[in-house]
């Protein structure tokens, strides 16, 4: 298998923990009222206009509720344990192994990408492209949900559960990630931020809600002219 991006070590890693991730988190959802409702927003607004991409899917848990909700779902994934055990958990999602810096997947071909703690494990020069290569797989206008841990800590672990891995958690700040955002052609439209649930780690966690730029206006479009701002 290539090692795209240098990201053997986290593969493996993921590989290692993989059915007790999936045991320990696969209800997650259950106790997470904020990020159901963000996602619930992200089927609202994608209704039939195309399919959802979990990028870092893991074992697949938010990608099954996605499709729960009648949303066409294909969850990608770096580690081939993860994505075999979303494969057979969760038939109504497509799932695809591939690294998020040369994602298997068509230009323009998802309505909706979510990456749910899956960027923490990018290093700093990598987020930019993981973007870029985000917004080609969007449709214009097409919506990203980002999810990650604030702060400016790199913990690394070489024990996860019992099992050996050699694996970094980069926690970032919104107001780095977001400029890099808007550069790869992705509007910030939304920023939250929240304090872990009882049962979660014990950190700050920040979701950013974009929108891939439009595409150009042929010259003879229209102007609209300025509006009221109204509630
Ligand atoms: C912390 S887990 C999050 C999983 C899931 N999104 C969730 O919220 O439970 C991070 C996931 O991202 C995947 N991942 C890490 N780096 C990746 C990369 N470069 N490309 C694709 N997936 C990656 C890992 O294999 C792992 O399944």
């Not at 696969?26 to 039939?48: M, N, T």
């Not at 075999?84 to 958990?89: D, N, P």
């Not at 990408?113 to 206008?141: C, G, K, M």
Request: proline letters at 8%.
């Amino acid at each position: 298998m290539s090692d795209v991006g240098g990201h053997d070590a986290v593969r493996r890693s993921y590989d290692q923990v993989a059915q007790e991730y999936f045991a320990r988190l696969r209800d997650e959802l259950d106790y997470k009222p904020l990020d159901r409702a963000l996602l619930g927003l992200i089927v609202e607004e994608v209704g039939s206009q195309g399919s959802i991409a979990d990028v870092g899917c893991g074992p697949g848990h938010v990608a099954g509720w996605l499709a729960d909700r009648s949303a066409s779902v294909v969850g990608i994934d770096l580690s081939p344990g993860m994505v075999s055990l979303g494969r057979q958990s969760y038939p109504r999602v497509e799932f695809r192994q591939g690294d998020m810096l040369s994602l298997p997947a068509e230009d323009d071909e998802f309505a909706a990408v979510i990456a749910l703690y899956s960027i923490i494990h990018l290093t700093e020069d990598e987020l930019q492209p993981a973007f870029e290569e985000i917004a080609r797989v969007l449709q214009p206008q097409g919506l990203l949900l980002v999810s990650f841990h604030m702060g400016l800590e790199v913990r690394h672990l070489s024990d996860w559960w019992g099992h050996p891995v050699d694996i970094d958690f980069r926690f970032l700040e919104p107001d780095s990630v977001i400029p890099q955002l808007e550069q790869a052609g992705l509007v910030v439209e939304t920023r939250l931020e929240r304090q872990n649930y009882p049962d979660e780690v014990e950190t700050r966690r920040a979701y950013v809600l974009a929108r891939r730029r439009p595409a150009p206006r042929p010259d003879s479009a229209p102007v609209r002219p300025a509006a009221a701002p109204s509630p």
